[in-house]
């Protein structure tokens, strides 16, 4: 009886959001595991013997925890300046916009085996991915009523945990190169989408 009651820009909204959440998680969920696979990858290409220099080592740890850190950094100090300057549709348009640039970036570089580059563009990835992460959360709590906030949050996490499934099952079975082009088609999908509600939503 309550969904009956649910606005059709409402239904669209919810259906934005979880399309924008999936590629949230799936290219998060990736990066789990995308940033170990291409030290491992770098290693072998640069050594050409998978059987001995696969493994990561040394440095390569500290730089992923580095990596990995600027996320949680990133989001939490970012997501309260933002909004002093910008909307959250507009910083989430914005910052859909960094990863899916950095995804394209980082499969051209990757080809070349600029490590170095690849480091820094995981690093980005990261932060960007963090920030759209909870911003997205700050988002939906203003942008549903209450009496509908549970279903459509309910609705918006599931699509979350296809999410996880695609962008683990990538990592696992496909190259470093043609995840970066895969997570940049659903990063250029993504933006559209928050670039079309920047234009159709208003937000206070």
């Keep these: ?35 170990p696979k291409i030290y491992s990858d770098y290693n072998v290409q640069v050594e050409n013997n998978s ?8 440095e390569q740890f500290i730089k992923m925890g ?17 909004q002093y300057f910008f909307t959250l549709p507009v910083s989430l348009a914005f910052s ?9 970036l980082l499969s051209v570089l990757q080809a070349k085996e600029v490590l170095v580059s690849l480091e820094v563009l ?49 990592v696992a079975f496909l190259s470093v190169e043609i995840i970066s082009y895969i997570m940049s088609i659903f990063g250029v999908l993504q933006t559209v989408i928050l670039t079309l509600m920047c234009f159709s939503i208003s937000f206070n």
């Excluded at 649910?6 to 399309?19: K, P």
């Excluded at 580095?66 to 933002?82: F, N």
């Design 66 to 82: 580095l990596i990995s850190g600027l996320g949680p950094l990133a989001a939490k100090s970012a997501a309260y300046i933002v």
């Design 51 to 58: 059987a001995k220099c696969s493994n990561i080592f040394g």
């Design 122 to 170: 995981m690093g980005i990835i990261k932060a960007a991915f963090a920030y759209l992460n909870l911003t997205l959360w700050l988002y939906m709590m203003e942008a549903f009523e209450p009496s509908i906030k549970t279903l459509a949050t309910v609705t918006i996490d599931g699509f979350s945990k296809l999410g996880a499934l695609i962008g683990s099952s990538l």
């Design 96 to 104: 859909s916009s960094v990863t899916s640039v950095s995804f394209i």
């Design 1 to 35: 009886e309550n969904t009956n009651k649910i606005s059709i820009s409402t239904r669209i909204l919810i259906g934005q959001l979880s399309i924008v959440y999936l590629v949230n998680i799936a290219q998060g969920w990736g990066l789990i595991l995308f940033v």
